[in-house]
């Protein structure tokens, strides 16, 4: 391979691994939240309310890229609403063990077609502490990102 191959590579190679890395980033920058528990009158008990840190409320209403899961639900083929895991199907918040801080809902602009593979999803962040009724993550107007990998 001659020299400017082999630069070529390189850089190719280090840029798709910057691209990942920040994108797994993102999931451990979402994370840095805690939880307080608060009495909710639907309830009728005690819930866990996110507290986010200022780090995570700086990221409210900006766009992000994250990389993850579509989390299939019955009939999923093409959809424009979806929920959006750091982790594939068996180990994400409602299959495994993981916290509600590692999904989202997603709001995508145009129909995003199922995948068992990780995909990459860009859009306008959104932090939800007081619906329970929704996830404390979603992102608007989500566009899905070709992988460089």
């Known amino acids: 391979m001659s020299g400017k191959g082999f630069f070529v590579l390189s850089m190719a190679l280090l840029l798709s691994a910057g691209a990942m890395s920040a994108q797994e980033g993102m999931w451990k920058t979402l994370s840095r939240i805690t939880f307080k ?29 994250v990389r993850g899961y579509i989390i299939p639900v019955e009939g999923y083929k093409s959809h424009t609403e979806f929920v959006f895991s750091a982790f594939p199907y068996n180990m994400c918040f409602f299959c495994g063990g993981a916290g509600p801080e590692t999904v989202m809902e997603v709001y995508a602009k145009k129909p995003v077609e199922y995948s068992a593979q990780a995909v990459t999803i860009k859009g306008r962040l959104m932090l939800n502490d007081h619906d329970i009724n929704r996830l404390i993550f979603s992102i608007t107007d989500a566009v899905l990102v070709a992988d460089l990998n």
């Open 37 to 65: 528990k608060e009495y909710s009158e639907i309830m009728g008990f005690k819930v866990d309310v996110p507290i986010f840190s200022e780090e995570v409320k700086k990221l409210e209403g900006k766009e992000i890229t």
